[in-house]
Each structure stands twice: as structure tokens, then as C-alpha cells.
């Protein structure tokens, strides 16, 4: 939890305290909360170009196969896919999209 501390305490520190009202700062907390949630550790399929990763709201999968990387996810909720134009762009969407499920919870706003 330290990490998270420090990072929403580096938030803090940038804000203007002579300036900035509290609802400001508290804006500036939520708007960095999405970078502060830990990427998905992705496993690779022993023989396939499939990586997987079981998170708290789903399954999400990015597949390197066919002729454009893509990914989906999984979950009793609702079930997506997209294409990416690489492997890794395609981890960083799934990795985007798990981080806006997070903040969903501290929010109510869907992604």
C-alpha cells in the first residue's frame, strides 16, 4: 500500500495549496487513480501466440494469430473484442480497459 500512498502523496505535492480548493485536489486524485492500477500479468499458452490473464472482473485474452493481434475479455457482464495493430498494443488496450473497470468501482461511470 505504500506505493499507492506515495503516488497519491506525489498528486498532493504538485497541487497549489494557496490555490487549488479541495474538490480540485480530489480531481486530481481520481484522475491519476487510473494510472495507479497494476498492469495484468499475462500467462502464455505453451504452444500458441495466446496470452491469458484471469482478473477480478473477467478473462481476458490477447491473441498474436491471423493477420491483425487482437484481444478480448470475458465476463459474466458483458463479453468485448477488438483488433490492435500489434501484440503489445493490443496488452496495453486490455491493460486500458481493466484499469477503467477498476475505477468504475470508486466512480459508477462505466467505461
Not at 479541495?22 to 499458452?45: E, Q, S
Given at each position: 500500500?505504500?506505493?499507492?500512498?506515495?503516488?497519491?502523496?506525489?498528486?498532493?505535492?504538485?497541487?497549489?495549496?494557496?490555490?487549488?480548493?479541495?474538490?480540485?485536489?480530489?480531481?486530481?486524485?481520481?484522475?491519476?487513480?487510473?494510472?495507479?492500477?497494476?498492469?495484468?500479468?499475462?500467462?502464455?499458452?505453451?504452444?500458441?501466440?495466446?496470452?491469458?490473464?484471469d482478473a477480478d472482473f473477467g478473462t481476458y485474452k490477447v491473441y498474436d494469430i491471423g493477420p491483425k493481434p487482437s484481444w478480448?475479455?470475458?465476463?459474466?457482464?458483458?463479453?468485448?473484442?477488438?483488433?490492435?495493430?500489434?501484440?503489445?498494443?493490443?496488452?496495453?488496450?486490455?491493460?486500458?480497459?481493466?484499469?477503467?473497470?477498476?475505477?468504475?468501482?470508486?466512480?459508477?461511470?462505466?467505461?
Amino acid at each position: 500500500m505504500t506505493d499507492l500512498t506515495d503516488k497519491i502523496a506525489d498528486v498532493i505535492a504538485n497541487c497549489d495549496m494557496h490555490r487549488d480548493s479541495f474538490r480540485d485536489i480530489a480531481y486530481a486524485i481520481i484522475a491519476a487513480l487510473p494510472d495507479m492500477v497494476a498492469p495484468l500479468v499475462w500467462t502464455k499458452h505453451p504452444s500458441r501466440d495466446i496470452w491469458r490473464c484471469d482478473a477480478d472482473f473477467g478473462t481476458y485474452k490477447v491473441y498474436d494469430i491471423g493477420p491483425k493481434p487482437s484481444w478480448d475479455f470475458d465476463s459474466i457482464a458483458m463479453q468485448i473484442s477488438f483488433t490492435a495493430d500489434t501484440k503489445e498494443a493490443a496488452i496495453t488496450a486490455a491493460n486500458a480497459h481493466n484499469a477503467a473497470l477498476v475505477i468504475t468501482a470508486f466512480t459508477g461511470v462505466k467505461p
